[in-house]
């Protein structure tokens, strides 16, 4: 069964402008999530989608969004690039998310802001 | 609010000795944890997980954990560490709120490795 595949692997972006990551679940999975890893925050929580919908949101502002389509993929998009952006974006899968549902990550996109 | 603790930030082990890394977590009635590892500009990948019954859980690549209650704590344990063990680990909760598990997981800052010939 091929695993959480993310695309592109690398982006770089300057300020201002905008970004879509897009992840693709392990066949059968039907939900999927986001992080953020930086070097000081660490990993932190950016949302969740499950047959479509946003399930559960992280502290993150308005400028983060995201969608999941009827297959399950799901994208994320970032408005108004800034600096602090810059990070590595994780895509988890999983069967629904919930109780004894371990997430399965991609191997993720570097975004890069200059 | 739940959180994850790593007391340690950077552990250097001799190949072939023994590995613990500590794990400390706060609230949960029936904590999900969870242990990943993320190898240089990779993804991360499970090790194992712990949900209910045996507090003593084996995982992939010769890791085990055990749960312990009194002591919040999930530790992750090798008894011989190979070079190819050099990576980052992460230690996780699943997010209760009230009796439910939101599936969101909960990080702690991770432990880097580092294997000395």
């Known amino acids: 069964k091929a695993g959480v595949t993310q695309t592109p692997r690398y982006l770089i972006k300057t300020r201002g402008q905008q970004v879509t990551l897009s992840c693709s679940p392990i066949s059968g999975h039907r939900s999927v999530s986001w992080y953020q890893q930086t070097p000081g925050q660490g990993l932190q929580f950016l949302f969740e989608?499950?047959?479509?919908?946003?399930?559960n949101k992280g502290n993150f502002p308005g400028r983060f969004s995201g969608r999941q389509f009827s297959n399950s993929r799901s994208e994320m998009n970032v408005s108004t690039l800034e600096l602090g952006d810059s990070a590595l974006y994780l895509c988890?899968?999983?069967?629904?998310?919930?109780?004894?549902?371990?997430?399965?990550f991609g191997p993720g996109t570097r975004l890069t802001v200059l | 609010a739940q959180s994850v603790t790593q007391p340690d930030i950077h552990i250097t082990v001799s190949e072939g000795a023994s590995l613990e890394l500590r794990c400390n977590y706060s609230?949960?009635?029936?904590?999900?944890l969870f242990w990943y590892v993320q190898s240089p500009g990779q993804g991360l990948q499970l090790l194992l997980k712990?949900?209910?019954?045996?507090?003593l859980v084996q995982g992939i690549k010769g890791f085990e954990a055990e749960f312990k209650r009194s002591q919040s704590s999930f530790n992750l344990r090798k008894p011989s560490v190979h070079w190819s063990d050099a990576a980052e680990y992460f230690c996780?909760?699943?997010?209760?709120?009230?009796?439910?598990?939101?599936?969101?997981?909960?990080f702690g800052q991770g432990t880097t490795l580092q294997v000395k010939p």
């Open positions: 712990y949900f209910s019954g045996d507090t």
């Open positions: 996780a909760v699943g997010e209760e709120i009230g009796s439910s598990n939101t599936g969101k997981l909960i």
């Open positions: 609230y949960g009635a029936t904590p999900y």
């Open positions: 989608y499950f047959s479509e919908t946003q399930r």
């Open positions: 988890a899968s999983s069967l629904a998310g919930r109780d004894h549902n371990e997430q399965f």
